[in-house]
């Protein structure tokens, strides 16, 4: 089945760039997602790419797809303390928003003052 | 953005009885609406699909006759949780889905089972 794989933590000082990696197995993803999850609240979907694309900036995030290696990464320009939080990676294999998503055990951004 | 709210948050019940759990889409209409679930230190895994009017469709593994699935309207579906026992504390999230390429989730629901 599908498998996506994150690592668990990530420390970071403000101020720096945070890579966040993920690799996903499925090769028909059709979209993969970036969400965040902060105590007490829902997952926020912070960005997405499409597979047709290698790469995707909105502000601070760039996402980047390497789809031959199936890895997926996010990054996060001047890291802030407002930042931390959970990141999941997850892929959807065909309709987008319409099929059920397979998430990765998400990262945990730690932020160094 | 679109909200989707759950009620409760937390519950805590005794094993053997049984909890619903609700999902509403508070701005917009949902065509399809999922069920996941999270432990601690794991990742959201997809237990079922509901589309209003119909049948939820169960991932393989999840017990259909113990987690009740109830898509009664565009903005609600409620997850039962019957004769619950200890091994089914987690983290119970949902998410709905109009169109596009976006769904919106709950904050969750954790459920504890004494």
């Known amino acids: 089945g599908e498998d996506v794989e994150q690592s668990l933590f990530l420390s970071v000082r403000e101020g720096d760039s945070s890579v966040i990696n993920c690799t996903y197995t499925d090769s028909s993803s059709t979209y993969l997602y970036w969400y965040k999850q902060e105590p007490g609240a829902g997952l926020q979907l912070l960005t997405y790419?499409?597979?047709?694309?290698d790469m995707k900036q909105d502000q601070r995030l760039t996402v980047l797809l390497n789809k031959k290696d199936k890895h997926l990464s996010l990054r996060i320009a001047d890291t802030q303390t407002g930042d931390s939080a959970i990141y999941f990676c997850?892929?959807?294999?065909?309709?987008?928003?319409?099929?059920?998503?397979?998430f990765g055990k998400g990262t945990h951004l730690i932020i160094q003052p | 953005g679109a909200v989707v709210s759950q009620h409760p948050s937390r519950v805590i019940c005794k094993s053997g009885t049984s909890v619903k759990i609700e999902c509403r889409s508070l701005d917009f209409q949902a065509t399809t609406m999922f069920w996941y679930r999270q432990f601690p230190k794991q990742s959201l895994m997809l237990m079922a699909t509901s589309n209003e009017g119909s049948k939820a469709t169960y991932e393989q593994g999840v017990e259909k006759d113990k987690f009740l699935i109830n898509h009664a309207s565009l903005t609600l579906s409620t997850l039962t949780v019957t004769s619950a026992h200890p091994e089914d504390s987690s983290f119970y999230i949902c998410?709905?889905?109009?169109?596009?390429?976006?769904?919106?989730f709950g904050p969750g629901t954790r459920l504890t089972v004494t």
């Open positions: 998410s709905a889905f109009d169109r596009g390429y976006e769904q919106y």
């Open positions: 997850a892929e959807s294999p065909s309709g987008g928003g319409a099929d059920g998503l397979t």
């Open positions: 790419i499409f597979s047709n694309m």
